[in-house]
């Protein structure tokens, strides 16, 4: 059996980004509203649809045999799986959380001090990484209160924007550690399954690979093509055609989304026009 099952948040923060990776991926598959299952049409993948919290440990005990999470949660259960692929969607820090009036330095201060939080297993190891002790307070929501109630002197909780701190008089003191979704997997997957993955992890780096480089067109007199080449090395190199106008020709070639900005100024100042940017679906190195 080559079919594989993948773990997916039901409802929730990483759903709606998990099913646009996969239909990204050109995975066909109808997920009515409730639903538990699902089974993909044309590849070789069933869905399971449940809370994040289950995923690690059913993706440990076989279940399912891949899973979306955030590290997060995978750091905190600790279940023996693999972290196969950053996915790089549902950024957020694991962060402190003080009185906006805490003229806070470091950690040390929480010696003695009283935490609250979901995470007591990766707050414990930063704690004693750091040789703080403090007490831990295990609770599962609303972490965000628990110091205007007076359950605790801070909190350790997911931030994203910031602004769940903010409206409760707090703010962000120190970050424990950074996440994303990730894929995981079970490490008893039969070489037919991880055939299966293989394909998978190939349209999803076509995917990303993508999305973070775009096609770029312009024209340029024929004497800067040297120095454009340069600025845009492209996959190989770049296609260089002549325009009907003589002395000029129109380069295509990629560009990486995080350099885009800073190369376009350049191409400008090399005597690049007519600049045409387009997002690219997907890309095969
Ligand atoms: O029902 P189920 O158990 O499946 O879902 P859940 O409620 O436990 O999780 P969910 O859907 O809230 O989050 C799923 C995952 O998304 C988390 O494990 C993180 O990896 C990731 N993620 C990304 C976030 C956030 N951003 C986030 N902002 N998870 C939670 N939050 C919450 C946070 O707890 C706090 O209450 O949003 C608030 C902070 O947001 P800001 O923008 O105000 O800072
Ligand atoms: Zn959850």
């Known amino acids: 059996m080559n079919t594989l099952k993948i773990a997916i948040q039901k409802s929730g923060r990483l759903s709606e ?11 066909k598959f109808s997920n ?7 089974s993909a049409d044309n590849f070789p993948i069933e869905f399971l649809f449940l809370r994040d919290d289950d995923i690690p440990g059913y993706v440990e005990d076989g279940v399912a045999d891949l899973g ?21 969607f549902s950024k957020c820090r694991l962060s402190i959380g003080v009185d906006r009036n805490w003229d806070y ?5 929480l010696d003695g001090k009283s935490i609250a939080t979901s995470y007591p297993k990766i707050l414990g190891n ?12 295990e609770i599962s929501g609303s972490v965000e209160i628990a110091p205007s109630i007076g359950l605790a002197d801070a909190v350790c909780d997911i931030v994203s924007s910031g602004s769940t701190l903010l409206s409760n008089g707090l703010k962000e003191a120190d970050v424990i550690m950074r996440s994303e979704a990730v894929l ?14 293989n394909q998978l992890l ?9 999305k973070n480089n775009k096609y770029i067109l312009l ?10 080449i340069s600025l845009l090395p492209g996959m190989k190199s770049p296609t260089v055609l002549p325009l009907a106008m003589e002395g000029w020709s129109s380069l295509h070639s990629v560009v990486k989304e995080d350099e885009f900005w800073e190369v376009i100024e350049k191409l400008k100042e090399a005597g690049a026009q007519g600049i045409l940017v387009a997002p690219i679906e997907k890309m095969i190195v």
């Not at 009515?32 to 699902?38: C, E, Q």
């Not at 979306?68 to 790089?88: A, C, S």
């Not at 930063?126 to 307070?137: D, F, Q, R, W």
Request: glycine share 8%; aromatic share 4%.
């Open 184 to 197: 995981i997997s079970g490490k008893n997957l039969s070489a037919d399954q991880v055939k299966t993955l």
């Open 68 to 88: 979306i999470v955030g590290e997060n949660v995978l750091v905190e259960y600790d279940n023996d799986v693999k972290l196969v692929k950053k996915l790089g």
């Open 219 to 228: 024209n340029a007199p024929n004497d800067s093509i040297d120095e454009i």
């Open 32 to 38: 009515g509203k409730g639903k538990l299952k699902a």
């Open 202 to 210: 190939f349209r999803m780096e076509s995917v990303q690979a993508g």
């Open 105 to 109: 330095k470091n950690i040390k201060e």
């Open 17 to 27: 980004d998990s099913l646009k990776l996969i239909k990204e991926c050109g995975i």
């Open 126 to 137: 930063y704690l004693k990484k750091n040789n703080v002790n403090a007490e831990i307070h």
